[in-house]
């Protein structure tokens, strides 16, 4: 219902910011007529006061949402643009800083602390502009005048009544910036009997320019220009302004709680606190009526608006979630539920449409009073800590990126040098992993891992990492690592892995091939046994004791033994169990997979952990002292200046090369005949031995060769020998004791007129039992009993 309208004869432009009520009321005064004939002349309909009177959509207050018509009317009177004219309405601000519902024209009071009529003002600026209303005002998040740098007002100083809690009246002409409030008892429609009284004389609290709720301020009315929240928390992952607004509501919610109020004093701006202190107990000793939800509506007043939003502001204007956390902790420790706890699920009545990341502020708020598992499962140690949202397949999927014991690459940054054993911790720490983000339970995390651990060891070994001085440090490498392998894809199917049968894993044929060919010692046994289970660690990603029973290693000899032969492997036997580790996978089917892998190590980078870094040991330096052999594992480890365990990894990733053999082992292990291979070729061998005819042992004298390796290097080039047809000379024993004994004959000489070698004539003497004499001695006496 709206008549058509004229242009109005004077043009009066809003002030920037002004509401509609404010600009109307300023025509009508500049018109000196009363504000309904303005209204009329802008279009908008009188709201008759009687029933059915809501059917109209007639509202009771224009400031709030105009229909299209209704802007294009009071356009065409004003000469103002349309957008002009909305921007003057509170739905400028429509899911920015309030939430309007548009059939009803109202402000939802239970959104946003909505508020539904009524405004605050500032005292300075009624006086400057001589009265004119800012719209921002109307917002019960507006508590300070950042030009002014005061706290708004609430109340007219004369009456002491809110200020535009109805319409101003239709048949009275406005009086910009006195009261509009009629005088008690009289009429609603008398145009006279107001209250007048001078608005710019209201006291507020006057605050240096530089204070933190003028910050506070100004960054809220940025974020209702903008939409969007970007300060502190927010930063990383913007987000609507009515999100953060529900956020900053939940904290100052919060802090206005009787239980955490007491705490202001020491968090919120002196200032502020003081006198905020002074409204809750007034000099009179009459306290003020506790709300039943504090903090559910907007606070009443400006003072209260301002310490509540300025600190729930600070809190989440932390450059990360951790410090704002760090922020948030009184308030969480000050909110305990009956039994004393604050736990993750009581941020649930804060309030409705809080944010994930005031839930992961929460989170990491909670971290110092939550069980070591909790600790994992909400990702306290992430950027953004976050509720357990994984399902069973989601945690059965992780379990295929992971070992049954955790990575030793991992692991020796990760365990405490002197606290437990590695193979307990390992695969305490593998099942950890499956914690994160997860609400699987620990027997259910052990099992899926292959039962390498079990429950109660998982939550002991976490209690005890947590207890020394690097659990942060762990917590967020674990974490790390954890993201990785959710967000990378893994080479290795692990879950497959430990699905195989190892009863045939690197058979005695094989091993027996393998040190063959790598000069290795076969040794006895055990020494096969002890290759097969780490050949099975290094395939399987299982610890040791879950070996077949063929080769399982449960007692300590057997793992002394283990370590000890980690350090005596060699690059070629290294090699060799790496080929025999990958036939094997080719035989199980498994392709395409490489037998051993590690999530990059990098991702420990710049964290305190309590195990020595691997890579900070020089190999070369280790490969030195493993060689020079004058020490044991550990006192070469103390040298190095790390652990025995990172010493014992080291040089099985990096086997020092083989020390030098003697010329009996040289020969022994076959290399001899190759070193002769390389001197004296098939055809050299055979021109000089079959077709020159010489002697073996001319020949070998020749090359510098041992007679014995040439003879079976003339076997292996399948050169057949020639064969002597020698008579067999015997010794007579008193001719041989004549000549030795009394003549004092030397073996060479006798050994030269029988025509043998001089090895031979002593192999004679033992035979006949005639002692030899000892070298150099001249009288053969004493050897002659
Ligand atoms: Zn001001
Ligand atoms: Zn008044």
Redesign the pocket.
Known sequence: MITVPRTLPVRLQPVPGEALDSWLEAVACRLDTPLGDVMAEFGLPVRPNTRGACLLDIPWEWTILLRSAEVDAIAKASGLTPGRITGMTLAHYDQRAVVIDSVKRQVARGQLWGRGRASRF?P??LAVTGGRWQLSWRLSWSFA?T??HRLLADRCPGCHRVQRERPHSRHAIPKPGRCACRQPGTNRNDPVSRCHHELAAAKTLQLPADHRAFKTQALLLDMFESGIASFGVFAGDPMPSAVALADIKAVAGRILAPAVRSGLQAVAPGDLAAAHLGTLTPPDGTARPAEARPGYMAPPDALTTAIAVTTAVDILDQPTITQAGEALRWVTDATRDAAGHSTPTNIESWGRNISTRLRAVYLAALDPSLRVTDQIRYRTAALVPCFPSTSASSDARRSRKIPSALWPEWSLLLCPVKSAYSRIMRPALAGSLLLFGSRIDLPDAAKLLGSATDDSNISRILQILRAGAHWPGILHALTRLAEHLDAHPVPIDYARRRGIDYDHLLPAAHWKQICRRTGAPLGREHRHQVVRNLLFQRISGMPEHLAPAAYVIKDTPRRTYLSEFTASLTPALAAALDDAARAFLHDQGIRGEPVAWHPPTSLMDGLDLPGPDPAAVDIELMHELVMAAQSNISTIAEQLGTSVEVLRHLLQRHPPPPPPLTSHQFRARGQAIAAAQAVLSREELTRLYCDERRSLGEIAEGFGLNRITLTRLANEYAIPLRRYRTARTVIDRTWFYEQYVHHHRSLADLAQEKAMSPANMRRWAKILGVPLRSRGESRPESAID
């Open positions: 500032c300075d600026c005048c030009i002014h």
